[in-house]
């Protein structure tokens, strides 16, 4: 194999190592986490994949003096062809005599050359290999013995792996050709892996549509809805503790807001159900999926030691579509782990800011935010974009435009560690 060959090949190689390796990288390092769900195939084709590239590089790198399959057992080197059965046209033009000998040959190569020249008849000269010294060519090439040059060219109608041969676009393409594939082939590919972030921008977010949600939405309702959820008897949990001294006592509303009246209230302390005459009258305009108590939700949905209702984000937000549920879950407190971003809608006196989790249906591609506001009753407090907080409050329902949006009436915000999932499946 030459020396480009060689080179073109150890370069093929790369990139498939190249490859490989990121799809293991990726797998290992736990990155794969933030972009593909845990159930169903992808996470293991990932796997899969990387290995089957490395195995293949390897394999071509520790293979790469074998001898082309299609050349075992031929011998090339022209001094030592039997051209009895060859095919080939043996005519020639000798240089000095100036004239086309266009003769067949009837070859029987043996030790001694006895072969019979059959010539035109009327090329007027005597061919005779004895008398070949005045035409002024040289007869001196080996057949079989003969000593006398044939000129002739061989096509055997198989590929040798010589030089030049055709193994791919890197053979076939002269070296900025050859820089420009191996530089879209490897270059997008590392920076992906060395720098693309694992989470998305508030930028993103937004544009993903964090600010235009709809409540009356159904399409994941059957995953999130209380009303759907089995009716066991829930734990209290102990949440995770949050970050210590991360916020100011700006940050904490100690008293309820205004607005919630007394049902919602008494409501809280477990003393009576909500009357749906008690529920803000927008709220009545949505849907009913059926009957829905307050035991319902006690048995189906954990509890802190404070006795709130642990929920996620989504969860909430289909309460917005759900008569039912808002009639049970007005007035109680409940308890969320999220991502905060200022509040854009609604918000005239900057009382609010939103709160969301990414929900993965397919791969992080497809994420799409689910939020609801919160409200703090007087000027909500700063946070830095995207921080993650534990929000505790009162449950709500308001309508705004065509919607009945899902509210936090905030008593307390705190800065928290993300979750081990950034990303609900």
């Not at 046209?89 to 030790?111: N, Q």
Request: charged share 20%; with cysteine.
């Amino acid at each position: 194999m030459s020396g480009t060959r060689t080179l073109v090949h150890l370069l093929s190689v790369a990139m498939l190592l190249l490859w490989g390796g990121v799809l293991l990288y990726f797998y290992i390092s736990g990155r794969l986490v933030n972009y593909l769900p845990p159930d169903g195939i992808f996470r293991p084709m990932v796997l899969i994949s990387g290995i089957g590239l490395a195995v293949l590089g390897l394999f071509n790198l520790l293979t790469m003096g074998a001898e082309d399959p299609g050349c075992e057992g031929h011998d090339h080197g022209h001094d030592n062809h039997d051209h009895k059965d060859c095919g080939h046209d043996h005519s020639h033009k000798h240089g000095a005599c100036d004239h086309d000998h266009g003769h067949e040959h009837k070859h029987e190569h043996g030790a001694a050359c006895d072969h019979d020249h059959v010539h035109d008849e009327n090329c007027g000269h005597d061919h005779s290999h004895d008398e070949h010294k005045d035409c002024g060519h040289d007869h001196a090439k080996k057949a079989g013995g003969c000593g006398h040059d044939h000129g002739h060219t061989h096509d055997h109608g198989h590929a040798h792996s010589h030089e030049g041969h055709a193994h791919g676009i890197l053979d076939e393409s002269s070296w900025p050709g050859r820089i420009a594939v191996l530089l879209i082939l490897a270059a997008p590919l590392s920076w992906a892996a060395l720098s693309s972030p694992d989470r998305y921008s508030p930028n993103a977010i937004v544009n993903k549509g964090l600010y235009d949600p709809n409540y009356t939405d159904t399409s994941r309702a059957e995953q999130f809805s209380l009303q759907n959820k089995p009716k066991t008897v829930a734990k209290v949990v102990d949440t995770p503790p949050v970050a210590s001294a991360s916020l100011p006592p700006a940050n904490v509303t100690t008293t309820p807001p205004p607005g919630v009246n007394a049902a919602s209230a008494a409501m809280a302390d477990g003393a009576k159900k909500v009357n749906e005459k008690d529920l803000p009258k927008p709220a009545q305009a949505s849907k009913s999926y059926g009957s829905f108590t307050l035991e319902d939700l006690k048995a189906q949905v954990p509890q802190s030691k404070d006795g709130n209702f642990i929920l996620e984000v989504p969860e909430l937000y289909y309460t917005g579509g759900d008569v039912e549920v808002q009639k049970v879950i007005t007035g109680q407190m409940v308890e969320t782990v999220a991502q905060i971003l200022p509040e854009k809608v609604n918000n005239p006196d900057g009382h609010r800011l939103r709160i969301f989790r990414m929900l993965v249906q397919c791969c992080a591609a497809d994420a799409r935010p689910y939020s609801v506001p919160v409200d703090f009753g007087k000027k909500a407090p700063e946070f830095k974009d995207m921080t993650w907080v534990k929000v505790t409050g009162k449950m709500n329902y308001k309508k705004e435009g065509d919607q009945t949006v899902p509210i936090i009436e905030a008593t307390k915000v705190e800065e928290t560690t993300a979750p081990e999932n950034a990303m609900i499946y």
